[in-house]
């Protein structure tokens, strides 16, 4: 090809990438919400990480591959640990994942660092389609609103929100190099009480009990969470797998773990209709907890009839971690089929794609005026 060929080529496929770029622009003029209901199929993810616990994960490019027209929208976060490979622990055998080594984890500031450039690396069309969140701060320092301040000010006009970040995590929480985290500590009240001056959204994972909890006993911190939650009115708070884990409240075939899920519901429900929590919302992401509320027909019923009626207050998320494929991707939305059957139309829109926009398109606004103020 000559040079003169490839220059007219080039310009071409520059022309039609405008073009494309205008459709798709004045395609999003409308906001998907305004496409009332909307193909059932479709989401906007709540909870998505682009890389996994060694920073290692796939590029932002292929995630959108991946959210093709099937996916609107996507928060945007790595994970803020990261695994150590510790020699005298596992030898040649690298470890990717925290359960695979006794080594512990740290806190890997740079994640936001590397998650502001790949969306910074993105077309203006492309980031609207994503709300990235800061997540590498130790929540137990009481320096950690600091680093979030930090970020804001340094990569203005990229973050919406915070985590999703964690105090206990099953495995996890035990395995952070330092101080444990707690829900008590006055270091995570510093940073939630900056997130509702800024405006950030918050996604925090914290579960609501210790794992293998006897089923007749209060969950161990519940009480410490609500509080939590009632001392921070103003944030906007996202409660990751409504306190679900792996092993907490695992759902057997039991009627003891059946009876123990039913309460699970009940202390939601007693939360929903707590008017001192109405900023706090729900995420159902993570195939855990797919499993659990489509165990049997009656924990589908269970989950769908609380869905139906607090429909404002659920957001599906993924909570996959650098998937390789559209079908790892989608496995956990199709896992659903089951309850999103059910819904009404109202309330499946809402939690697939509604809530998401009220919540995150708030939380942009707030934060870009912030940002705004605070200007260096
Ligand atoms: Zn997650």
Known sequence: MTRR??????????????????????????????????????????HFHLTNYVQQGIDVRQFLAIMG???????????????????????????????????????????DAYIAMAYRALTPAEQARFDPMITGFNPADM??????RRVLTTFPGVFSGIGEFSIHKEFVSSKVAGETASLTNPALDRILDFAAEAGLVVILHSDIDMPFAKTDA?????????????????????????????????????????????????????????????????????DEVAKYAVASPESIARVVRILNQYP?????????????SPAAYYAVFDMWAPVWSRLTPEASRKVRTGNYERLFDEGRRRVRAWEQAHAR
Do not use: C
């Open 218 to 286: 209060e969950p161990a911190y519940l009480a410490q969470m609500k509080s939590l939650l009632k001392r921070h009115p103003k944030t906007t708070i996202i409660w990751a797998h409504v306190g679900l884990g792996r092993i907490v409240h695992p759902v057997k075939a039991s009627a003891e773990a059946a009876e123990r899920s039913d309460t699970q519901l009940e202390i939601v429900e007693t939360m929903l209709k707590d008017p001192a929590l109405a900023h706090v919302s729900f995420d159902i992401s993570w």
């Open 5 to 46: 060929s490839s220059v007219r080529s080039t310009s071409v496929a520059a022309a039609f990438a405008a073009l494309a770029m205008l459709v798709l622009m004045v395609g999003r003029a409308q906001p998907l919400d305004a496409q009332a209901p909307g193909p059932a199929d479709g989401f906007n993810d709540s």
């Open 143 to 148: 320096y950690g609103v600091d680093h979030i």
């Open 69 to 111: 027209t099937r996916v609107g929208r996507s928060t945007l976060f790595g994970i803020p640990l990261q695994q150590q490979w510790s020699y005298g622990n596992s030898g040649d055998f690298a470890p990717t994942y925290y359960l695979q080594t006794d080594a512990p984890l740290y806190y890997y500031s740079f994640t």
């Open 312 to 324: 404002d207050r659920f957001l599906f998320g993924t909570d996959t971690v650098a998937p390789a």
